[in-house]
């Protein structure tokens, strides 16, 4: 029984989860500060993976990273960087297609926290960032960690997105989801039990974890 | 001294009301304003805090311009670092008593002295949703003291406390206006919620 593929996916999770909160604290926070135009379409693209078709962005993300195309082919000549089938591609998709589960939800707490709170530290001379890190932040606790755990449990589950943009490569970008669809195709049922078994358990416990330190008031993602 | 002159648009049903101000008040004064519900007390105070922009109007404080909108001057509400006593208190739920004074300064004396005044010293390491109301209103004003400010903005700062608290606190926050030198504003519909303190009246009405 290859494991690989259950480290490849629990790594892939984990990098794509910290990227994502060190992209997604300051976003949300600036979205989260009344309404533009700009805020209002990056908002909908930020969201469009949770109803796009994962095999569309997957697509475009492939042609847009390929090294005969555009930003991949400039990427290649100039860094000899490729995205598609490596890893590094897979965060790449992972951060693009989680997107929406880590900001949702930071954004929407931090809507919810009475104006008042900034002001009052504003008044007391504090800066922005000061304010952000020491009044807002504490106070949205839940909600971040909610967020990072559907961020990770979603990484986790991604197949149409990581099978377009990093194909089955064993070892490089066969997560536990293509392992599952891989095992099936060739029969061996029992692989893609055993795959499928670890992650449903790794997402429910992850869940369950959320519930209890938010006291049964787990958020939706996208409130 | 401070010279106030400003305009600012109020959203009311039905219709706009404008808040027509021109006033000045004298350094370490006591001025209390009154006027009718959604007449926009509390809006003139974040005008002065800096925390609203007006559509129009000038304020100067000891002859530094805070507002001008003519000149598209306006100091930022850290700079202007007013004590801001919030209606609804704005508490930090995830700071203690202590914390909250901590914030905003490191003078362990200072800290002692506001927590004896307002009788929170054996609060000290409750939050805010262990406090009674009574007690969270006299921490919002403990926190605004505490920057040690020129110029103190209340509003409703007294409304949840009891007669008997309210004697005892007032003497004490007098005295440390008095050696501040603060010029203090407080909104307030309740005729006797000043009562020990000799207040200059204002009263405001939208047009």
Known sequence: MDLTPIWLTLKLAAITTVILLVIGLPLA????KGRSIAKIILEAIITMPLVLPPSVLGFYLLMAFSPKHGIGEWLHNTFDIQLVFSFKGLVLASIIYSMPFMIGPIKSALQQLP??????SYTLGKSERETFIKVLLPNIRASVLTAATLTFAHTLGEF??????????????????IAVYNSVETMDYNAANIYSMILFCITFAMVISVFVFNKYKAKSPLE | MISIDIEKKLKAYPGEQVLKIAAQFESSSITKIYGP??????TFLKVIAGLVEP???????????WLDTISKTSISPQKRKVGFVFQNYALFPNMTVQQHLEYVSDDAQWINRLLIIGKLETFTSHKPEHLSGGQQQRLAILRAMAIRPKLMLMD???SALDPKMKSELIPGLKSIWDELETTV????HNPWELEGLTAREMEINPI
Do not use: C, H
């Open chain 1, 29 to 32: 926070y600036w979205l989260s």
């Open chain 2, 37 to 42: 519900s959604g007449a926009g007390k509390s």
């Open chain 2, 55 to 65: 559509e129009r109007g000038k304020i100067l404080v000891d002859d530094v311009v």
């Open chain 2, 185 to 188: 504003l407080i909104v307030s």
């Open chain 1, 160 to 177: 149409g997105v990581v099978l377009m943009i990093g194909g089955n490569i064993p070892g490089v970008t066969r997560v536990a989801s």
């Open chain 1, 115 to 120: 104006l008042s709170l900034s002001q009052a």
């Open chain 2, 156 to 158: 409703e700062p007294f």
